[in-house]
């Protein structure tokens, strides 16, 4: 053990007396996951993801409230003009009043994301079973998703489908009747009957899930993670350079072997499980180190680590030991230290983007995130976002810490199998 | 006298997928006694840095095995390799750490450590005259110094036993000299056992108590000093350098004519280039019994055959000299 220890401490205090590798280690990664830790922060919004939407009530009736307070429910990211106007006058009314015409302007001009109109009569409408109808305007990209409109369509589809089903079952009921020749319903009874029933598929609308789900929005409100860039960046860059770094190991025994302390090494009495224990051993070591530099600035970035900091450090020693195993299981492979810095550009540059390193994976299409999960990157970035943006715990991450550590086994297997010596 | 390393039919194949497969070393027995250098002494190629290679258990061999001090180094290469300490032919050091933090490392790795590691840490590098830059990084050292810190590093243990490959390739004159001085001191006063290899004859003559000489991965003969040249018999060698033209029969004149004479050997003049002004010059080469008083003889010989003689040497029986008699070829070359 004291030998793979001396080894160990050695190797390390090599590698970090190297200016060359410092700049690999701390700066250039430090200075990317600023830089994307920014950027991606601005995309978000820094702070609340908020839109600006005009909205004009000509109906102002307990009707058009109530479809009001599900729109504000359906996405928190919402400021309805001038109803949530806030102290700072977000909505930029300068006090005056907002009529149509005015509202109109504002879409037009972009001023707002979009304007949305509630006609007069649209209870009324509702309530004789008819379909309701509500005015949009928007100056938005027709081909872009446009967030205010499937809010409002999700509000919609549940509004007026309960309306319909009343609205049906009350045609059904009067067929019923006259077809049957029964004596017609008392008005009074036939209008509780309905809106039983209209209430009854309101509720059970509501309980479905929303065909759009806006969760962003409502998590937001309680203060999640997701707003700071530094939540995608850290883990995606930590992650990238562990790869960099780890991955270089693979030339750590040519190049011993060519300034010959390898040979002087296998002439020490050691087992070469030893020699090449003790180089493991060293790389895993600087994959955490190099994990631990990037999740620091992203602490002084104020990120957020979850609520159980053991399962962050299982995740990347999993991580970390699982491109070590790659490392070492390619290493036999290499011929020349040239090809291995070849092949850890190669590797690091493919399987980060592949795994969501750069930007999240929720982004990308099916199957692109279907393939990802080629790489360990994909893994390790599931079980950052479970902890972080999720607050899970270690139960919530044991599956990527397992598939990490399994294809870390049948690596380490590869590799020791491979192993030879000139 | 004890032998403490003793190998028998060591054989080394390197298989090619692009060629023929080289026979670097075909079958070498080779036995050295406790507290003695042996030198193995060869031309580049002879393959002597594959067979210390695989007595130190670097390389394993094709065939047969070599016993270190009662283990052997196939089957408890462990326990062999505690005995013996290695100073490679290359630079065997991490360029990146000082000369004392590579000393320091190694001498962990051997199970030293605390005062006694460091003091003979100090010891040796004030012994071989790197005091005063023991804290600069080798790659700032000169190859002669680089060398020395080399060798060090196979001596922090005081082993029983060394391998030196090739310790002084490179290196000046007082440096040489230095090292050669070590080696010595080694033996007589630590009672260390040395195998040595080198190309160079000076040195092994100088050195060794017994030389093994090897050529194309055999070793070709083997003994000491005196026991060698004892089989090129007493015949000294007579070495000139001549120019002016052909020397049209003067060889066999003088084999014929001059007493005590037993063979000579002629290198024809090396084709002059146009750019050469240097007339070209031959080499030739005279074995006799006499050597002394066979050389005036000679010389009116190659007077009256028109040439100009340049330089002479007259050399007693040597490595040089078995090396010729075995191979027909210089060990220089
Ligand atoms: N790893 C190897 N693969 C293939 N051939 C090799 C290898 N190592 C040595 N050889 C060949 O084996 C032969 C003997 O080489 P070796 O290094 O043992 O010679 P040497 O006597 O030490 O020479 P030198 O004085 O130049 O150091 C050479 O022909 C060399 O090319
Ligand atoms: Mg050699």
């Known amino acids: 053990m004291r030998p793979i220890l001396t080894i160990v401490l050695n190797d390390l205090r090599i590698f970090l007396s190297q200016r060359g590798n410092l700049v690999g280690l701390l700066v250039i990664p430090v200075l990317l996951t600023v830089v994307i830790g920014w950027s991606l922060g601005q995309f978000v919004g820094g702070g609340q993801a908020r839109l600006r939407v005009d909205l004009i009530d000509l109906d102002a009736t307990g009707m058009s409230a109530r479809l009001i307070d599900e729109l504000r429910a359906t996405n928190g990211a919402l400021v309805l003009c001038p109803l949530d106007n806030d102290a700072d006058d977000y909505c930029s009314l300068d006090g005056e009043a907002l009529d149509l015409n005015r509202a109109i302007e504002r879409a037009r001009a972009g001023g707002t994301e979009a304007l949305i109109v509630v006609p007069a009569g649209y209870a009324a409408a509702l309530e004789n079973f008819q379909r309701a109808s509500i005015d949009y305007y928007s100056m938005s990209d027709p081909l872009q998703p446009d967030a205010v409109l499937q809010s409002l369509e999700a509000v919609l589809q549940r509004v007026n489908g309960a309306s319909m089903t009343a609205g049906v079952a009350g045609a059904l009921l009067d067929n019923v009747t006259t077809g049957l020749d029964l004596p017609a319903f008392d008005e009074s009874v036939r209008k509780e009957f309905l809106g039983a029933l209209y209430r009854n598929a309101e509720q059970k609308l509501i309980e479905m899930p929303a065909p759009v789900s806006f969760e962003t929005g409502e998590e937001e409100a309680g203060g999640d993670a997701s707003d700071n860039g530094f939540n995608q960046s850290a883990p995606g860059m930590g992650s990238l350079y ?181 | 006298m004890e032998t403490i390393v003793d190998a028998q039919n060591l054989r080394k194949t390197y298989r090619r997928s692009d060629g023929p497969d080289i026979e670097a070393v075909k079958g070498v027995d080779l036995s050295i006694r406790r507290g003695e250098i042996f030198s193995l002494l060869g031309p580049n190629g002879a393959g002597k840095t594959t067979t210390i290679s695989m007595i130190s258990g670097l390389v394993s061999p094709t065939e047969g095995d070599a016993v270190i001090g009662g283990h052997s180094i196939t089957k408890q290469p462990m326990a062999a390799k505690r005995l013996m300490g290695f100073v490679p032919q290359e630079i065997a050091l991490y360029p990146e750490l000082s000369a004392r933090q590579n000393l320091l490392f190694f001498g962990r790795m051997y199970g030293l450590g605390g005062r006694k590691l460091s003091r003979r840490v100090d010891d040796l590098l004030a012994f071989l005259e790197l005091h005063e830059r023991r804290n600069d990084r080798i790659d700032t050292f000169s190859g002669g110094m680089k060398r020395r810190v080399n060798i060090a590093a196979g001596l922090l243990h005081k082993p029983q036993l060394i391998y030196m490959d090739e310790p002084t390739v490179g290196i000046d004159p007082q440096s040489r000299r230095r090292i050669l001085d070590t080696v010595k001191q080694l033996r007589d006063e630590d009672g260390m056992t040395v195998l040595y290899t080198t190309h160079l004859m000076e040195e092994a003559q100088e050195l060794s108590d017994r030389v093994g000489i090897m050529d194309h991965g055999e070793i070709i003969a083997m003994g000491t000093h005196a026991e060698l040249t004892q089989q090129v018999g007493e015949e000294d060698r007579l070495e000139f350098t001549v120019s002016g033209g052909v020397a049209d029969g003067a060889p066999a004149r003088i084999q014929r004519e001059v007493a005590g004479v037993t063979r000579v050997l002629y290198d024809a003049p090396e084709q002059a280039g146009a750019e050469s002004v240097e007339p070209a010059a031959a080499r030739l080469t005279v074995f006799a019994r006499h050597g002394r008083t066979a050389l005036p003889p000679i010389i009116q010989v190659l007077d009256s055959a028109g040439l100009v003689i340049q330089s002479v040497a007259v050399r007693e029986p040597d490595l040089e000299a078995v090396f010729l008699a075995l191979t027909g070829r210089e060990l220089r070359d």
Do not use: N
């Open chain 1, 242 to 422: 562990v790869m960099f770094t780890v991955l270089g190991g693979m030339a750590v025994l040519l190049r011993e072997r060519r300034q010959w302390t390898l040979q002087r090494l296998m002439a020490l009495p050691l087992s070469r499980a030893q020699i090449l224990g003790s180089k493991i051993v060293v790389y895993f070591v600087l994959g955490m180190i190099q994990y631990m530099i990037v999740f620091a600035v992203g602490g002084v970035a104020g990120m957020d680590f979850g609520d159980d900091p053991l399962a962050l450090l299982a995740v990347m020693a999993a991580f970390v030991l699982c491109i070590t195993a790659l490392t070492f299981a390619l290493a036999p492979w290499i011929r020349s230290e040239g090809q291995a810095r070849g092949f850890v550009l190669l590797l690091s540059l493919s399987l980060a983007p592949l795994g969501g390193a750069w930007w999240p994976l929720e982004i990308v299409p099916d199957f692109m995130r279907t393939l990802g999960h080629l790489s360990p990157v994909a893994w390790a970035m599931d079980g950052f976002q479970d902890l972080i943006w999720y607050s899970g715990g270690f139960g919530d991450v044991l599956p990527e810490i397992g598939v990490l550590l399994a294809a870390a086994a049948v690596l380490f297997v590869v590799g020791v199998r491979g192993f030879r010596y000139g």
